[in-house]
């Protein structure tokens, strides 16, 4: 019998910083073989192509690379998922871990599933789920139910826009899901915070997850990596297999005595976790896409002023509802085109090298051919954010 190949997911709500982590662990990988499938809610893949340019543009044999643009991965109408995964079992010589970036509007459960199913579950084991936290937006109450009242800076619409409580809503409520099904939740962008911010952010995520086993600190968005892949957490069993347990009522014996707290008995308990069943069917029904969610690509063939494109994209967050903005521009002060990352109002436009701790190569960049910026946004409209983007830029995009 071959032994299954490990399956880490990696999940987080818009912006967490998932690539940027995963770019990290890539980085660190020491000998290991990675199969990494990177999923975007967009038609432009540029968080692949930012791993690509750390896994040195393909060059190293030791990195293959999946994109799924265009969708949530494994979800019902994703008919690339099992093929690839596949595809990647009839190359298990090869392959030692595979690592699965969900985009920051999936819930990790639909891969969880289909690892499960009978196409996959003979090949693949999972081996725990990441959730990666923005935590200043964590401690901002940006995730919070009803959070209405911070809407204005938070998803950048204005108080009197009667869609920021069904945004606010969708949020929160996907938050917590992520969180939910994942076993290690990953605080992300801490540099900046002190101790007792970080007790508190713990405390949140803790209330809102009880059952997640691991909390880490990812200081400079890097993550050891004997914290992050082979944690074996996870037996994947067939959707068929349902595990039952039932305390017993009498022993054999002189007195018949029974334990009086039968649950160490119970093999399907884990760290303290309740007994759950491994079967996700029941789950399904999270796998449905909120309609409400926007993605597009506006272009424009243009060169840009980096400040006023960037004073541009905050604008547009502050008046529409603009959760995610990424892409890559090119510059009429910089002879190379420049990585744009927005997430709300915060907006960076930055050289290669700047990006993360350990992106040293700009081969993405020098290939971009014209400007590209993918907006996400909860009833995002395409022809506003157009319009508002060339009047401020005093260029065309379309």
């Known amino acids: 019998m071959q032994t299954p190949i490990p399956v880490t997911i990696v999940t987080g709500f818009l912006g967490s910083g998932k690539t940027t982590l995963l770019s990290g662990l890539v980085k660190r990988r020491q000998r290991r073989r990675l199969a990494l499938l990177i999923n975007e809610f967009g038609e432009m893949a540029v968080d692949g192509a930012l791993i690509r340019d750390v896994a040195d543009d393909g060059a190293d044999a030791h990195i293959r690379i999946h994109d799924f643009a265009h969708g949530l991965i494994a979800y019902g109408n994703d008919a690339q998922f099992i093929p690839a995964m596949l595809k990647i079992a009839e190359r298990r010589a090869s392959v030692d871990h595979v690592l699965i970036e969900t985009s920051g509007l999936a819930l990790p459960t639909a891969v969880m599933a289909l690892l499960q199913g009978p196409e996959l579950v003979a090949a693949f084991v999972l081996d725990a789920t990441l959730a990666v936290v923005d935590t200043p937006l964590l401690l901002d109450d940006a995730f919070e139910h009803g959070a209405d009242q911070k809407a204005s800076t938070t998803i950048g619409a204005p108080h009197s826009d009667p869609s920021i409580e069904s945004a606010t809503a969708s949020i929160a409520k996907l938050f917590d899901q992520q969180l939910a099904y994942a076993d290690v ?76 707290y039968q649950n160490t008995l119970n093999g399907h308990v884990h760290s303290g976790m309740a007994a759950h069943s491994h079967g996700l069917a029941t789950h399904k029904h999270f796998h449905e896409q909120d309609p409400g969610w926007m993605s597009f690509t506006l272009r424009s063939a243009s060169e840009q002023s980096v400040d006023q494109l960037k004073s541009a994209v905050i604008t547009v967050s502050r008046i529409a509802p603009v959760l995610r903005c990424k892409g890559f521009i090119r510059s009429n002060q910089i002879g190379r085109a420049l990585l744009v990352q927005g997430v709300r109002t915060r907006v960076s436009i930055t050289e290669m090298a700047d990006v993360g701790a350990d992106i040293d190569n700009g081969n993405v960049l020098r290939s971009a051919p014209q400007s590209e910026l993918v907006f996400i946004g909860y009833h995002l409209r395409r022809s506003q954010v157009a319009t508002m983007l060339s009047e401020l830029t005093g260029t065309i995009w379309k």
């Open 185 to 260: 939740v990953v605080l992300n962008k801490i540099d900046g915070l002190d101790e007792s911010a970080l007790l508190v952010a713990e405390n949140r995520v803790r209330a809102r997850a009880p059952n997640v086993r691991f909390l880490e600190l990812a200081f400079n968005a890097q993550l050891d990596v004997r914290l992050a892949l082979g944690l074996r957490l996870h037996q994947a069993k067939e959707l068929a297999h349902s595990h039952t347990y039932t305390p017993v009522d009498r022993l054999t014996g002189v007195d018949g005595a029974v334990l009086p």
